[in-house]
């Protein structure tokens, strides 16, 4: 279970909670590891914890300015598997960093807009619809929400096949929580 967001009482702030707790628990996923283990796909899939970081980033990014940006490029959308690998330049922090900053950007642009505000839905993009005019503001925050979840599950699965490391003592770790006779927080494994 990801971490528990605070309680607002406004609906806006309450919606950026639930996402924020998504992408920490994304973030939590790849807490310790290193650049090569990031881009490890260690299950029958191709993904890799840096490739979803990276995915969310620009997928985050790209939703979000649409809201103040209609006519905003989202790229070739043949490119869009690219957004899952990282590269062999990349690196988990700079990753992270990335990841980041878009939640502040996001976080920002939404404290001046209202939920009802309209949000077009680009024409452009083979998989959305074409009958729609617009969704709002609370559906792309819905959306989001959505999104990074579904890539949390992801995350932590692709974590413990990495490495074995699970959910609750990377948590642990991150929060400085204290051990526990049920729980304790993560360590690295020693290398020789």
Not at 57 to 85: F, K, L
Not at 116 to 135: A, G, N, Q, R, S
Request: glycine share 6%; charged share 20%; aromatic share 8%.
């Amino acid at each position: 279970m990801p971490p528990l967001p605070p309680l607002h009482h406004e609906e806006a702030a309450q919606l950026l909670a639930f996402l924020e707790a998504q992408r920490h628990a994304v973030r939590i996923a790849a807490h310790g590891l290193t650049d090569d283990q990031a881009r490890t796909a260690a299950s029958a899939s191709s993904l890799t914890i840096g490739g979803l970081i990276k995915h969310l980033t620009s997928t985050e990014h790209n939703w979000v300015a649409i809201i103040s940006d209609p006519g905003h490029d989202w790229g070739d959308p043949s490119a869009y598997q690219d957004a899952y690998t990282m590269g062999p330049g990349e690196t988990l922090a700079d990753l992270l960093s990335a990841y980041e900053k878009v939640g502040a950007e996001t976080e920002s642009l939404i404290a001046g807009v209202k939920l009802d505000d309209e949000v077009p839905v680009p024409p452009h993009i083979p998989f959305f619809p074409k009958d729609l005019p617009c969704w709002t503001v609370r559906w792309v925050l819905l959306h989001l929400i959505e999104e990074t979840a579904k890539h949390a599950g992801h995350a932590d699965i692709v974590r413990e096949s990495v490495d074995g490391a699970t959910f609750f003592p990377l948590q642990a770790a991150v929060e400085g929580w204290a051990p526990t006779p049920w729980l304790q927080p993560w360590k690295p494994l020693a290398t020789n």
